[in-house]
């Protein structure tokens, strides 16, 4: 997959969980995917997407830097949002806060076969 393609393809990826378009999310991830070396399959990523956007309705991913390098994409997204309740351990309780994710995709055939991710919990902290 030549750079500008897989870039393109995560971008849409991106739009895709912005809108919230849960039916197209089979497009862009591989039905055994890995989520920071556990397999959670396609419907355990779409269940953690969707808790996350009932727990952050405000929820919007945004790309601060991409990095391409086929099959894999390195990412920072973004956040500015306001959680309801308890979110990574922190009692935010409808709190604006502004953090980041640093996140890594492996690619197989066009579709995210393996995410890492790590999310700056203490930016997050800083704030409250």
Same mark, same amino acid.
């Given at each position: 997959?030549?750079?500008?393609?897989?870039?393109?393809?995560?971008?849409?990826?991106?739009?895709?969980?912005?809108?919230?378009?849960?039916?197209?999310?089979?497009? /862009?991830?591989?039905? !055994? %995917?890995?989520?920071?070396?556990?397999?959670?399959?396609?419907?355990?990523?779409? $269940?953690?997407? *969707? #808790?996350?956007?009932?727990?952050?309705?405000?929820?919007?991913?945004?790309?601060?830097?991409?990095?391409?390098?086929?099959?894999?994409?390195?990412?920072?997204?973004?956040?500015?949002?306001?959680?309801?309740?308890? /979110?990574?351990?922190? !009692? %935010?309780?409808?709190?604006?806060?502004?953090?980041?994710?640093?996140?890594?995709? $492996?690619?197989? *055939? #066009?579709?995210?076969?393996?995410?890492?991710?790590?999310?700056?919990?203490?930016?997050?902290?800083?704030?409250?």
């Amino acid at each position: 997959m030549v750079e500008t393609t897989l870039s393109t393809t995560y971008r849409e990826y991106i739009d895709c969980l912005n809108r919230q378009d849960w039916a197209a999310l089979e497009q /862009f991830v591989h039905a !055994e %995917v890995h989520y920071n070396g556990e397999r959670i399959r396609l419907s355990g990523y779409r $269940e953690m997407l *969707e #808790r996350d956007f009932r727990e952050i309705p405000d929820l919007h991913f945004d790309i601060q830097f991409l990095v391409c390098e086929p099959p894999r994409i390195a990412s920072r997204l973004g956040f500015n949002c306001t959680p309801k309740g308890s /979110f990574l351990g922190l !009692e %935010v309780n409808g709190r604006k806060v502004s953090f980041a994710e640093n996140v890594f995709y $492996e690619f197989d *055939e #066009r579709k995210i076969k393996a995410v890492w991710s790590i999310i700056d919990k203490a930016a997050i902290e800083r704030q409250l």
